[in-house]
């Protein structure tokens, strides 16, 4: 995406890449073919504008978080296929670490649950499971990281080994109160110092193109930051008790809670938000495995509706979802639950039951879980909460967008520009290279495309709400 010093969205390509499934459980990414498709995008809205390379300030990269992968620093080719974020090949190892009482402990360092959807039991099965790879990473032969920290490495061809706080504070490996690295959960996840990347601020150059990779001529990289957290950042959820939502795959719900990390209500974490001007922003964050994966499950696996935009259509078609209730637990339940036994299911279907009941209630689903984490923010911490900031494909849905108004009882308002994490990135890239001079800057930039206000009565709310917690617990008394 290329954006201009308005923060409009000049143009944009998008390139879809594979997604495998080698084994019960196991999601995996070519790295090799995300890199080729971000070069080709990136030259691709070039030619498609007329600019060139001369023209640009600045590139930043924003990426899903604890998807992660080990490469050969001297070959440049990683040693297997990248473990995606809703992998989980390292559940086994998950629960001997938490049955061993080593929970509370990482939880105190990294502010994270003992999960697979972090990057850590990931690397490890890696470095245990592909042929010579202990030898190699014993040999200061490997690197290890994260998407972005990948794709820096690449483009600079080789010369910087880097990620940023809010990448590295979901691997599961970093210390939120030291940070830094921490030698201990390194030694207990069986990976080596000499293959971490170093950990900058995100509004601070971390290297450049080299010319023979990629252009003619060096361009400043910076604006590293995962991709909630860049859309924290493009939200302007700058002071503590702002929140956003981000619909995607699956959904970051995050509550900026100022500059000291505060232990999480169970069922959430805390992270770094983002780290700039020196210092870090912590937040709450709740990570939801299904929201938009949902959708393209009803679209691509179940083939009930052909397209996005026909799940709206469909779901106002019907009053109600006549005691439907869809609990997305494809790959396990994600916070408050972390229930990664939990599997997917349809309930209270009666005799009536239509396809519009199914999908309604798949659309439902997706606000009811973002509401069960706002909920345990609110009721565990003293900050107070106004508005829900939002974007994301399925933002476009005004089904979703009002019933997840009326499901919190607060306005929801949409952002002017659905890949806002883009936006966020780029922002803190303008700061580095003084695009921007500040943060009332970047303010007077933001535009909000739609503001919904609640409507349906609170006993309402209350009763269908009852209905998903009851459908909740069937799940999770699935074996």
């Given at each position: 995406?290329?954006?201009?010093?308005?923060?409009?969205?000049?143009?944009?390509?998008?390139?879809?890449?594979?997604?495998?499934?080698?084994?019960?459980?196991?999601?995996?990414?070519?790295?090799?073919?995300?890199?080729?498709?971000?070069?080709?995008?990136?030259?691709?809205?070039?030619?498609?504008?007329?600019?060139?390379?001369?023209?640009?300030?600045?590139?930043?990269?924003?990426?899903?978080?604890?998807?992660?992968?080990?490469?050969?620093?001297?070959?440049?080719?990683?040693?297997?296929?990248?473990?995606?974020?809703?992998?989980?090949?390292?559940?086994?190892?998950?629960?001997?670490?938490?049955?061993?009482?080593?929970?509370?402990?990482?939880?105190?360092?990294?502010?994270?649950?003992?999960?697979?959807?972090?990057?850590?039991?990931?690397?490890?099965?890696?470095?245990?499971?592909?042929?010579?790879?202990?030898?190699?990473?014993?040999?200061?032969?490997?690197?290890?990281?994260?998407?972005?920290?990948?794709?820096?490495?690449?483009?600079?061809?080789?010369?910087?080994?880097?990620?940023?706080?809010?990448?590295?504070?979901?691997?599961?490996?970093?210390?939120?109160?030291?940070?830094?690295?921490?030698?201990?959960?390194?030694?207990?996840?069986?990976?080596?110092?000499?293959?971490?990347?170093?950990?900058?601020?995100?509004?601070?150059?971390?290297?450049?193109?080299?010319?023979?990779?990629?252009?003619?001529?060096?361009?400043?990289?910076?604006?590293?930051?995962?991709?909630?957290?860049?859309?924290?950042?493009?939200?302007?959820?700058?002071?503590?008790?702002?929140?956003?939502?981000?619909?995607?795959?699956?959904?970051?719900?995050?509550?900026?809670?100022?500059?000291?990390?505060?232990?999480?209500?169970?069922?959430?974490?805390?992270?770094?938000?983002?780290?700039?001007?020196?210092?870090?922003?912590?937040?709450?964050?709740?990570?939801?495995?299904?929201?938009?994966?949902?959708?393209?499950?009803?679209?691509?696996?179940?083939?009930?509706?052909?397209?996005?935009?026909?799940?709206?259509?469909?779901?106002?078609?019907?009053?109600?979802?006549?005691?439907?209730?869809?609990?997305?637990?494809?790959?396990?339940?994600?916070a408050p639950y972390w229930d990664n036994k939990a599997r997917a299911s349809i309930s209270g279907m009666a005799r009536n039951t239509k396809k519009a009941h199914i999908v309604r209630a798949?659309?439902?689903?997706?606000?009811?879980?973002?509401?069960?984490?706002?909920?345990?923010?609110?009721?565990?911490?003293?900050?107070?909460?106004?508005?829900?900031?939002?974007?994301?494909?399925?933002?476009?849905?005004?089904?979703?967008?009002?019933?997840?108004?009326?499901?919190?009882?607060?306005?929801?308002?949409?952002?002017?520009?659905?890949?806002?994490?883009?936006?966020?990135?780029?922002?803190?890239?303008?700061?580095?290279?003084?695009?921007?001079?500040?943060?009332?800057?970047?303010?007077?930039?933001?535009?909000?495309?739609?503001?919904?206000?609640?409507?349906?009565?609170?006993?309402?709310?209350?009763?269908?709400?009852?209905?998903?917690?009851?459908?909740?617990?069937?799940?999770?008394?699935?074996?």
């Amino acid at each position: 995406m290329l954006f201009d010093a308005s923060a409009n969205l000049v143009h944009r390509v998008s390139l879809a890449h594979h997604q495998f499934y080698p084994a019960d459980g196991f999601v995996e990414h070519d790295a090799e073919e995300i890199y080729e498709n971000t070069v080709s995008g990136m030259l691709q809205v070039l030619t498609a504008t007329g600019k060139s390379a001369s023209d640009l300030a600045v590139i930043s990269i924003t990426n899903q978080r604890e998807t992660s992968l080990i490469w050969n620093r001297k070959t440049g080719k990683p040693i297997a296929n990248a473990a995606v974020w809703q992998c989980q090949r390292g559940k086994d190892f998950c629960k001997t670490l938490n049955d061993q009482g080593y929970g509370p402990k990482i939880r105190e360092k990294t502010g994270l649950i003992v999960d697979p959807y972090f990057s850590a039991s990931k690397l490890r099965w890696l470095i245990n499971h592909v042929e010579g790879a202990k030898k190699s990473a014993r040999k200061g032969d490997l690197l290890l990281g994260t998407i972005d920290s990948w794709l820096l490495w690449k483009l600079a061809n080789g010369k910087v080994h880097a990620t940023d706080f809010s990448n590295a504070c979901r691997t599961m490996l970093f210390n939120i109160n030291t940070l830094r690295w921490d030698d201990e959960l390194i030694a207990l996840f069986d990976l080596y110092p000499s293959m971490f990347p170093e950990v900058k601020y995100s509004d601070q150059i971390f290297g450049y193109t080299e010319p023979k990779v990629v252009f003619n001529k060096p361009v400043a990289i910076a604006g590293l930051l995962g991709d909630s957290h860049a859309a924290l950042f493009g939200q302007n959820c700058f002071e503590a008790g702002m929140a956003k939502a981000t619909y995607g795959t699956g959904s970051s719900i995050m509550m900026n809670i100022g500059n000291e990390p505060v232990e999480a209500p169970p069922g959430l974490v805390t992270s770094v938000g983002y780290g700039r001007a020196g210092k870090i922003d912590y937040v709450f964050e709740g990570n939801i495995h299904c929201t938009g994966d949902t959708i393209n499950w009803l679209v691509n696996d179940a083939e009930l509706i052909s397209n996005a935009a026909e799940s709206e259509q469909l779901a106002l078609s019907v009053a109600d979802n006549n005691h439907v209730y869809f609990v997305p637990a494809f790959v396990g339940l994600g916070a408050p639950y972390w229930d990664n036994k939990a599997r997917a299911s349809i309930s209270g279907m009666a005799r009536n039951t239509k396809k519009a009941h199914i999908v309604r209630a798949a659309l439902e689903s997706v606000a009811y879980q973002i509401k069960d984490l706002i909920d345990l923010i609110v009721e565990n911490s003293s900050i107070p909460f106004h508005e829900m900031r939002v974007d994301g494909g399925p933002t476009r849905n005004n089904f979703l967008m009002q019933f997840q108004c009326d499901m919190l009882r607060k306005k929801v308002v949409i952002s002017n520009i659905e890949e806002i994490s883009a936006l966020g990135a780029s922002f803190m890239a303008g700061l580095a290279c003084g695009l921007w001079k500040d943060l009332d800057e970047i303010k007077a930039l933001r535009k909000a495309d739609k503001i919904f206000h609640p409507e349906m009565p609170a006993s309402e709310v209350g009763k269908l709400y009852e209905g998903w917690q009851l459908a909740v617990k069937r799940v999770r008394l699935t074996e």
